[in-house]
């Protein structure tokens, strides 16, 4: 695994990529968060906090990771090297979790800068420190756990086809639907007493409770759960292809 992992990070960082997926997303946060007018707007929000960030971030990701994963195995497929690597001692799961893993490293450096957007918030505070440090950082946890599920999607979606395009807007679908499609299902109060229970099959209810700093088991395990889901599914799809 660890193999895979290193060949992933090299060929991330060897090629625009990396520094593509960095920029975009620091970008990104940084104008709306800090530049654009509007309610987004850290400076004009007249409290200390950061959960415009982690309003923004997911919606950023739903984009940013499907096109970081898109081509984990569907330039594989499409070059006929996952055969080449399927000789080599390497189980299934050992090459799944190489690019897994080598997604997530990529993505977390690409979070990791934002980290100073609290020293900010702590300073700009009034008074001084002004700010909720540990509801701040259990947001950046869910954050964290929210990156694996999307992340697990784009590579299950990249073994659908040898076409990235297509891996990318199965990924961005997918991920979307997870986050925001039950809620907006839930929303519509046509299911009488089930809209709660179709809430809670999205990640956006789960996400929001472990950003309210309350870190229940029961948030650990769906996202958990997700993410074993679609990497179980990512698996047999690799091995129909051998």
């Known amino acids: 695994?660890?193999?895979?992992?290193?060949k992933e990070l090299q060929s991330f960082f060897a090629s625009p990529i990396a520094y593509l997926v960095i920029g975009v997303y620091l970008l990104i946060n940084g104008l709306f968060l800090w530049v654009f007018e509007g309610e987004l707007n850290i400076l004009n929000a007249g409290?200390?906090?950061?959960?415009?960030?982690?309003?923004?971030?997911?919606?950023?990701?739903?984009?940013?990771i499907p096109a970081v994963t898109m081509k984990s195995f569907s330039e594989e497929l499409n070059s006929g090297?996952?055969?080449?690597?399927?000789?080599?001692?390497?189980s299934f799961w050992n090459i799944l979790l190489g690019k897994y893993f080598?997604?997530?490293?990529?993505?977390?450096?690409?979070?990791?800068?934002?980290v100073v957007y609290?020293?900010?918030?702590?300073?700009?505070?009034?008074?001084?420190?002004?700010?909720?440090?540990?509801t701040t950082f259990a947001s950046f946890f869910g954050l964290f756990l929210l990156i694996t599920t999307y992340t697990s999607i784009g590579i299950f979606?990249?073994?659908?086809?040898?076409?990235?395009?297509?891996?990318?807007?199965?990924?961005?679908?997918?991920?979307?639907?997870?986050?925001?499609?039950?809620?907006?299902?839930?929303?519509?109060?046509?299911?009488?007493?089930n809209d709660y229970l179709i809430e809670q099959i999205g990640m956006s209810a789960h996400y929001k409770s472990?950003?309210?700093?309350?870190?229940?088991?029961?948030?650990?395990?769906?996202?958990l759960s997700i993410t074993i889901f679609f990497l179980f599914i990512a698996k047999k799809n690799l091995e129909r292809e051998s």
């Open 157 to 193: 979606a990249s073994t659908l086809s040898k076409n990235q395009i297509v891996a990318f807007v199965v990924a961005v679908f997918t991920c979307f639907f997870f986050y925001h499609g039950f809620e907006a299902l839930a929303s519509f109060d046509s299911m009488g007493g």
């Open 1 to 6: 695994m660890l193999s895979i992992l290193s």
């Open 118 to 134: 609290v020293y900010s918030i702590y300073k700009l505070g009034n008074p001084v420190g002004n700010i909720k440090l540990g």
């Open 102 to 114: 080598g997604a997530m490293l990529l993505i977390g450096v690409a979070i990791l800068p934002t």
């Open 210 to 223: 472990v950003g309210n700093g309350v870190i229940d088991t029961r948030d650990l395990v769906y996202f």
């Open 81 to 90: 090297t996952l055969e080449l690597l399927k000789t080599k001692p390497l």
């Open 47 to 64: 409290f200390a906090d950061l959960s415009s960030y982690f309003y923004l971030a997911p919606w950023v990701l739903v984009f940013l």
